[in-house]
Each structure stands twice: as structure tokens, then as C-alpha cells.
């Protein structure tokens, strides 16, 4: 465009016909107008048409790399969708992502690289939840499957659990249907058979009600498969009846091989082996027919067991060595091994049996049985077996049993010197008990008795001393009186502890009478908190509070009625002795030169006490704090 313009300008500039200027002029300027409205509106166009050849391109290498899938180039199909799915990343275009990460998940799980295969179905359910909770149903089922390939069956049975929800939710019966199936035949592998049984019969629903019959014969042969595990062989054998005529309504040879062989084996374990060759030599038939090879050992490893069981050692042989190298499956191999170790017992081959026994014990995990062993070794030395492995199996047998009465011997020899110990133990303590028990019952008759002769000894001192007329004879009295009576309170007491209410309730109680102080219209009042406190501290205030009580009565009411207050306080770890009269005043000034002034002195320094004197209206009041430690 540009260059006709070009051309145009340089005819006008050659042309001398003044009109003909005008018109390469004009036509010049159209021109470039024209080109510079295509430049402006090419701007545009790029963007879209760059948008639309990369969808195209995004289109072709998809369906390029599912061409190449289904030829069985998984390593071509991953590039081609790899590449793809960048180009969809650039659109933004989240489902086709979804579905191409799916694809590249699926090519990985049918070339076994499970982890790489787990990576992209979790990114594919990622992109997915960006979209629509349904379609993420699929990436469930496909992990599952991939667990299930695993032999995570667990995981696996959760993974599909999950889908069942989601289902439950927003799909219709058939999507429900195939998670309930999938779920059964995980539960019936673990062995799980009434969970198994449950999940099956909810699929057998679902696919009933959208009358689907392929897949109605299919949960009817697995439900008979539930039954078996549930010793339910009559049950099962309905439920495989029912599933044949349903495959042979529609004529599908390839699950018809299926129920034919579940029949032949229950028949087989109901012992009716007429009807078990019948069912498992036509499943055999199928099952060459379709060129299942995997599928046709199951088959086989029967019909083995069943000749097993009629004794016909060729057909046994035949079976057994059907196709060995087909045995990818371990469920297959163990149950060929089982056959196998059996037919060699049954032969008397005790070492072809061993072989076959050590091989199954070792791929099963499991411990040989004992008798079982025992038989064969009998068999292997009729046979003139290796001397060396009879004896190594032997001397373990042996070894075994010796250690195992060992191990009894020294566990009955050891209750029994623990029982003789804990007898002897016990008899020793009751019999300590009741000496100590007549122990105590001794003393306390002496104390007893030793209380009531001290009792008498000081009442017998105070009358003597009473007759010859000793000036202090009260004080002597409180002090015999106190000393009695904590005596008194010790026994019946515990760890030296005395309980001063009752104490000095009971002291200046006696002391009330022995001074006569109702005869003389004197009052005594006593409030004493309810504390334990150790003998030494309880004598001496004890006896503080008997010698004012007695100086109030020999001397602050002569001839005059009155009342006497006795406070004690207890305030944390300190008592507070709190003594009023209303007799006649306190002197003045206390002298120590009495005896019984004396000891109260003596006793609040041995106390770590002083003594507070003052009156209040009417009253006198003495006071001291004591400190119990």
C-alpha cells in the first residue's frame, strides 16, 4: 500500500497537465489516509487473531496427545499435553487446564509412575474447585483408583467416601451407584465383607431402579462374593445363579466367565465337586476364548484344588503348571503355593512341600503351624531326607518346648515365693499389732493409775501444808491443780498437743470450787478459742490466769459480790490473754516479792510475755500476748 503511494507521488511530480496533478494529488492523499485508517486498525486485529491461533494450536496438541494415548505413546501424549497446557494457562482457560493436568495424571498411572500420576490429579482437583464442586467427583474416582493400584486401601476407601458425599449432594443414581460399587470391593479386599455387603446393595439399587443389567450381574457375582466371606455359601450361590442368567441374557462373554468360576469354587467348598468341575471347566473354556491369561490362573488354581480333592495327581500337576509366569497377582501366587504344598504332602514328597510351605509362610507373612511341620518332618525321614535340616528342625522343636515349660516352671516357682512371702509378711504385721495393741492398753491403765495416786499424793501435800499454816499455799495449789490437771488432758490427748478450752475450763472449774467463789457471789466467765497448743505453753498460762483468779478472790472481793472475765484469743500464730475484775483497783506498783507474784513474772519471761494492767469504767484489766512457735 505504502509503495503505491510512493509511485502515485513521483507520477505527479513528472506530470505537466495541471489537471492531471490535481487527480494523482487527491488520489495520492486518499491513499494515505486509507493507509493510515488500515495501520490504526491493525492494532487491533493481532490481538485477536494471536488469541485464536494459540486456542487452535492448544486444540491441536490435545487432541494429538490423546491420539497418541490411545496408540499407547504415554510419553508422547505427556509432552503434547504439557505443552498444551501452557498454552491454556496463557488463555486463562481453567477448565481446559483441568482437563489436560488430568490427562497427563492419567498417562503416568497407566506408565506406573503413581507419584507423578497423585501430583497432577491434586492439582487437577485444585483447578477444578476453582469451577464447579462436581467434576470434582472424578479426580476423586481417579485417585481412589490410584490408591486402590497402590494397595492403600484405606486411603483409598476415604478418597471414594469423599466422592460419595460430593455425589450424594449433586449427581443422580448412577454416579452414586459406581462410588457405592468401588467402595464394596475395597471393603470386600480387606475383608470387611458386611460393610463390603452394605455398599453393594446400595449400588444394586441405584442400578436397579436406571435398569442397567451389565452392571446389575456385576454387584449381583460381587455380593455372592460377600456372602462367601460370610460363610454364607447357599446365599452366595443364589446370588452367582442370579448374575449368570443375567450374563447370559446379554450374551457378554467376558463377564460371564466371572460367575461361572465364583460358582465352580462354592461348589467346590460345599463339598459338591460334580457341580464345581461342571461351572469351573466352562469359566476355563471362556476365560481361553477371551485370552485372559491373569483372570484364567484363578480359574486354574481351582480346578487344581478340586482334582486335589478327587486325587488325581496328572490333573492336579497340569493345572498347577498351567502358565506360572502369568502369576503377577499375589493373591493368585499364594493360592497356587497353598495347592502346591498340599498336593506335595499328599504325595508323601515331604521336601517338594516344605519348599512350597517356607515360600507361602514367607509371602504371606505368616508362622508355620507347629503339628503341621512335625507331620512333614516324620514324612521327610521316611524319605531318607537331609539328616541336617531334619535334626535343625527338630532340635527347634524341641528347643521351643523346653523353653516354654522353663518359662512356666519359673513363673509358678515365683507366685509361689511371692504368695509365701506376703503370708509371711501379713501373719508378721497382725501379730505385731496385737502386741502393740496390749501394749497400749498397759500403759494406759499405768497412767491411769499413776494420774490417780499423783492426784491423791498432791491432795494429801495441800492438806498438810494447810494444817501447819504455810503462807503460799494457794499458789502451791494453783500449781498442783495446773500440773493435775494437764496430766489429765495429756491422756486424752494425741502427740502432746492439748486442747486449751477444755483445759482451762476444766482447771478453773476445780479452782471455782476449791475457792468457793458462788459462796462469795463471784462470777467467773471463761471464752477460750478452741486451739491446740503444746503442754509447756498451756501449764504456764494456765497457771498466770489461777493466780489473778486467786488474788481476785483473797483480795479484790473482800466483802463485795463481782464478776471475773477470762478472754483468750487466738490471732495467727499468736494467743491473746485478756483477764478483767471488777473487784477493788490493782496496786499501783506490782512487786515480785510474794511467791505467787513471782512465778507470774518468771512465767511470762519464760513465755517472752509482759504484762498490761489497766481499768476501763468499773473494770480491771490485765493483758499479755503470747507467741506460739
Same mark, same amino acid.
Given at each position: 500500500?505504502?509503495?503505491?503511494?510512493?509511485?502515485?507521488?513521483?507520477?505527479?511530480?513528472?506530470?505537466?497537465?495541471?489537471?492531471?496533478?490535481?487527480?494523482?494529488?487527491?488520489?495520492?492523499?486518499? &491513499?494515505?489516509?486509507?493507509?493510515?485508517?488500515?495501520?490504526?486498525?491493525?492494532?487491533?486485529?493481532?490481538?485477536? &487473531?494471536?488469541?485464536?491461533?494459540?486456542?487452535?494450536?492448544?486444540?491441536?496438541?490435545?487432541?494429538?496427545?490423546?491420539?497418541?494415548?490411545?496408540?499407547?505413546?504415554?510419553?508422547?501424549?505427556?509432552?503434547?499435553?504439557?505443552?498444551?497446557?501452557?498454552?491454556?494457562?496463557?488463555?486463562?482457560?481453567?477448565?481446559?487446564?483441568?482437563?489436560?493436568?488430568?490427562?497427563?495424571?492419567?498417562?503416568?498411572?497407566?506408565?506406573?509412575?503413581?507419584?507423578?500420576?497423585?501430583?497432577?490429579?491434586?492439582?487437577?482437583?485444585?483447578?477444578?474447585?476453582?469451577?464447579?464442586?462436581?467434576?470434582?467427583?472424578?479426580?476423586?474416582?481417579?485417585?481412589?483408583?490410584?490408591?486402590?493400584?497402590?494397595?492403600?486401601?484405606?486411603?483409598?476407601?476415604?478418597?471414594?467416601?469423599?466422592?460419595?458425599?460430593?455425589?450424594?449432594?449433586?449427581?443422580?443414581?448412577?454416579?452414586?451407584?459406581?462410588?457405592?460399587?468401588?467402595?464394596?470391593?475395597?471393603?470386600?479386599?480387606?475383608?470387611?465383607?458386611?460393610?463390603?455387603?452394605?455398599?453393594?446393595?446400595?449400588?444394586?439399587?441405584?442400578?436397579?431402579?436406571?435398569?442397567?443389567?451389565?452392571?446389575?450381574?456385576?454387584?449381583?457375582?460381587?455380593?455372592?462374593?460377600?456372602?462367601?466371606?460370610?460363610?454364607?455359601?447357599?446365599?452366595?450361590?443364589?446370588?452367582?445363579?442370579?448374575?449368570?442368567?443375567?450374563?447370559?441374557?446379554?450374551?457378554?462373554?467376558?463377564?460371564?466367565?466371572?460367575?461361572?468360576?465364583?460358582?465352580?469354587?462354592?461348589?467346590?467348598?460345599?463339598?459338591?465337586?460334580?457341580?464345581?468341575?461342571?461351572?469351573?471347566?466352562?469359566?476355563?473354556?471362556?476365560?481361553?476364548?477371551?485370552?485372559?491369561?491373569?483372570?484364567?490362573?484363578?480359574?486354574?488354581?481351582?480346578?487344581?484344588?478340586?482334582?486335589?480333592?478327587?486325587?488325581?495327581?496328572?490333573?492336579?500337576?497340569?493345572?498347577?503348571?498351567?502358565?506360572?509366569?502369568?502369576?503377577?497377582?499375589?493373591?493368585?501366587?499364594?493360592?497356587?503355593?497353598?495347592?502346591?504344598?498340599?498336593?506335595?504332602?499328599?504325595?508323601?514328597?515331604?521336601?517338594?512341600?516344605?519348599?512350597?510351605?517356607?515360600?507361602?509362610?514367607?509371602?504371606?507373612?505368616?508362622?508355620?503351624?507347629?503339628?503341621?511341620?512335625?507331620?512333614?518332618?516324620?514324612?521327610?525321614?521316611?524319605?531318607?531326607?537331609?539328616?541336617?535340616?531334619?535334626?535343625?528342625?527338630?532340635?527347634?522343636?524341641?528347643?521351643?518346648?523346653?523353653?516354654?515349660?522353663?518359662?512356666?516352671?519359673?513363673?509358678?516357682?515365683?507366685?509361689?515365693?511371692?504368695?509365701?512371702?506376703?503370708?509371711?509378711?501379713?501373719?508378721?504385721?497382725?501379730?505385731?499389732?496385737?502386741?502393740?495393741?496390749?501394749?497400749?492398753?498397759?500403759?494406759?491403765?499405768?497412767?491411769?493409775?499413776?494420774?490417780?495416786?499423783?492426784?491423791?499424793?498432791?491432795?494429801?501435800?495441800?492438806?498438810?501444808?494447810?494444817?501447819?499454816?504455810?503462807?503460799?499455799?494457794?499458789?502451791?495449789?494453783?500449781?498442783?491443780?495446773? &500440773?493435775?490437771?494437764?496430766?489429765?488432758?495429756?491422756?486424752?490427748?494425741?502427740?502432746?498437743?492439748?486442747?486449751?478450752?477444755?483445759?482451762?475450763?476444766?482447771?478453773?472449774?476445780?479452782?471455782?470450787?476449791?475457792?468457793?467463789?458462788?459462796?462469795?457471789?463471784?462470777?467467773?466467765?471463761?471464752?477460750?478459742? &478452741?486451739?491446740?497448743?503444746?503442754?509447756?505453753?498451756?501449764?504456764?498460762?494456765?497457771?498466770?490466769?489461777?493466780?489473778?483468779?486467786?488474788?481476785?478472790?483473797?483480795?479484790?472481793?473482800?466483802?463485795?459480790?463481782?464478776?471475773?472475765?477470762?478472754?483468750?484469743?487466738?490471732?495467727?500464730?499468736?494467743?491473746?490473754?485478756?483477764?478483767?475484775?471488777?473487784?477493788?483497783?490493782?496496786?499501783?506498783?506490782?512487786?515480785?516479792?510474794?511467791?505467787?507474784?513471782?512465778?507470774?513474772?518468771?512465767?511470762?519471761?519464760?513465755?517472752?510475755?509482759?504484762?498490761?494492767?489497766?481499768?476501763?469504767?468499773?473494770?480491771?484489766?490485765?493483758?499479755?500476748?503470747?507467741?506460739?512457735?
Amino acid at each position: 500500500m505504502l509503495y503505491d503511494v510512493i509511485k502515485k507521488l513521483r507520477v505527479f511530480y513528472h506530470t505537466r497537465n495541471q489537471y492531471q496533478k490535481l487527480f494523482f494529488l487527491g488520489n495520492g492523499l486518499a &491513499s494515505i489516509l486509507i493507509t493510515i485508517f488500515l495501520i490504526a486498525c491493525q492494532e487491533e486485529r493481532p490481538l485477536v &487473531s494471536s488469541k485464536s491461533k494459540e486456542l487452535k494450536l492448544a486444540d491441536s496438541l490435545y487432541a494429538t496427545g490423546k491420539h497418541a494415548a490411545k496408540n499407547g505413546a504415554y510419553d508422547q501424549a505427556v509432552s503434547k499435553m504439557q505443552v498444551a497446557y501452557h498454552y491454556y494457562q496463557d488463555l486463562d482457560s481453567v477448565r481446559q487446564m483441568a482437563n489436560t493436568i488430568s490427562n497427563i495424571g492419567l498417562y503416568f498411572y497407566y506408565q506406573g509412575n503413581y507419584d507423578s500420576a497423585e501430583n497432577y490429579y491434586r492439582h487437577a482437583m485444585h483447578l477444578d474447585s476453582l469451577l464447579d464442586e462436581n467434576r470434582l467427583i472424578a479426580r476423586l474416582k481417579n485417585l481412589g483408583i490410584l490408591e486402590k493400584k497402590r494397595g492403600h486401601y484405606f486411603k483409598a476407601i476415604r478418597i471414594y467416601r469423599h466422592a460419595l458425599e460430593l455425589a450424594n449432594k449433586h449427581q443422580d443414581g448412577d454416579e452414586k451407584a459406581s462410588i457405592n460399587y468401588a467402595i464394596g470391593n475395597l471393603l470386600n479386599k480387606q475383608r470387611r465383607f458386611n460393610e463390603a455387603l452394605d455398599y453393594h446393595l446400595k449400588a444394586f439399587s441405584y442400578w436397579t431402579i436406571a435398569q442397567d443389567s451389565s452392571r446389575i450381574g456385576r454387584v449381583l457375582n460381587n455380593i455372592g462374593n460377600d456372602m462367601v466371606g460370610l460363610d454364607r455359601l447357599d446365599s452366595a450361590k443364589q446370588f452367582f445363579l442370579k448374575s449368570l442368567n443375567i450374563q447370559l441374557l446379554l450374551n457378554n462373554q467376558f463377564l460371564l466367565a466371572a460367575p461361572l468360576n465364583n460358582l465352580g469354587e462354592t461348589y467346590l467348598q460345599l463339598g459338591q465337586l460334580d457341580s464345581a468341575a461342571h461351572y469351573l471347566h466352562r469359566s476355563e473354556t471362556l476365560k481361553q476364548n477371551i485370552g485372559n491369561r491373569p483372570s484364567l490362573l484363578i480359574t486354574t488354581n481351582n480346578l487344581a484344588k478340586l482334582y486335589l480333592k478327587r486325587k488325581e495327581w496328572d490333573k492336579v500337576r497340569y493345572y498347577l503348571n498351567f502358565d506360572t509366569l502369568a502369576l503377577i497377582n499375589q493373591d493368585q501366587l499364594l493360592e497356587n503355593l497353598s495347592v502346591r504344598w498340599r498336593f506335595h504332602e499328599s504325595l508323601g514328597q515331604a521336601q517338594q512341600a516344605l519348599k512350597y510351605l517356607k515360600r507361602w509362610s514367607q509371602l504371606e507373612n505368616r508362622i508355620f503351624e507347629k503339628g503341621r511341620l512335625a507331620t512333614l518332618i516324620e514324612v521327610a525321614a521316611t524319605e531318607k531326607a537331609d539328616l541336617n535340616f531334619q535334626r535343625q528342625i527338630s532340635d527347634q522343636l524341641v528347643t521351643i518346648e523346653r523353653n516354654r515349660r522353663t518359662v512356666q516352671t519359673i513363673i509358678l516357682i515365683g507366685v509361689a515365693i511371692i504368695t509365701l512371702i506376703l503370708v509371711y509378711f501379713l501373719i508378721q504385721n497382725r501379730r505385731k499389732r496385737r502386741i502393740i495393741s496390749k501394749l497400749n492398753h498397759e500403759l494406759q491403765l499405768l497412767n491411769r493409775d499413776m494420774y490417780h495416786r499423783k492426784r491423791n499424793d498432791y491432795t494429801r501435800i495441800l492438806d498438810l501444808l494447810e494444817e501447819a499454816g504455810f503462807p503460799a499455799i494457794d499458789s502451791i495449789r494453783n500449781m498442783l491443780y495446773a &500440773s493435775s490437771s494437764l496430766d489429765e488432758s495429756l491422756y486424752a490427748g494425741t502427740e502432746g498437743q492439748i486442747n486449751l478450752e477444755s483445759y482451762l475450763q476444766m482447771l478453773l472449774q476445780d479452782l471455782q470450787d476449791t475457792l468457793q467463789l458462788s459462796d462469795k457471789g463471784v462470777t467467773l466467765q471463761v471464752a477460750v478459742a &478452741s486451739t491446740n497448743i503444746g503442754q509447756e505453753y498451756a501449764a504456764k498460762i494456765a497457771f498466770i490466769l489461777c493466780e489473778l483468779v486467786t488474788n481476785s478472790a483473797k483480795h479484790g472481793f473482800i466483802s463485795t459480790t463481782g464478776h471475773v472475765n477470762i478472754c483468750i484469743q487466738k490471732k495467727d500464730n499468736s494467743l491473746l490473754c485478756i483477764y478483767k475484775d471488777d473487784g477493788k483497783p490493782f496496786p499501783e506498783h506490782l512487786t515480785n516479792q510474794g511467791l505467787g507474784t513471782g512465778l507470774i513474772f518468771g512465767f511470762l519471761q519464760s513465755l517472752g510475755a509482759k504484762l498490761y494492767r489497766s481499768s476501763e469504767a468499773s473494770w480491771n484489766i490485765a493483758k499479755f500476748s503470747v507467741t506460739l512457735n
